[in-house]
């Protein structure tokens, strides 16, 4: 395992609880990075998303947004980015706004 595979396992998954002693990803998932925002750094585990669901982008459930408690963090990938297949991190979702 190299230096990126390790700083990968290491990383947190949007959702997982802050009380779990493992949230990190898991090897036969599929991820996007989130870019940016209140949720840099997270990934999010699009594991059996259509294409047509990853070109939408997500509005996410976070506390640390602009509108608080309740708000949402709007991610979407870029047009024409790469995307690879298969497990592991397959592409970014850059934040977008914030909406109540």
Avoid: K, N
């Avoid at 290491?10 to 009380?19: F, I, S």
């Avoid at 998303?49 to 709007?74: H, K």
């Amino acid at each position: 395992m190299d230096r990126e595979d390790e700083r990968l396992l290491r990383r947190r998954v949007y959702g997982a609880d802050h009380d779990d002693p493992d949230p990190g990803p898991l090897p036969h998932r599929t991820y996007a990075e989130l870019v940016g925002g209140p949720l840099d750094g997270l990934l999010l585990d699009i594991t059996g998303w259509r294409a047509d669901e990853v070109d939408t982008g997500v509005a996410l459930a976070t506390e640390l947004g602009q509108f608080g408690p309740g708000g949402r963090a709007l991610y979407d990938p870029r047009p024409g980015e790469p995307r690879s297949s298969g497990p592991g991190v397959s592409c970014r979702f850059y934040h977008s706004g914030d909406t109540p």
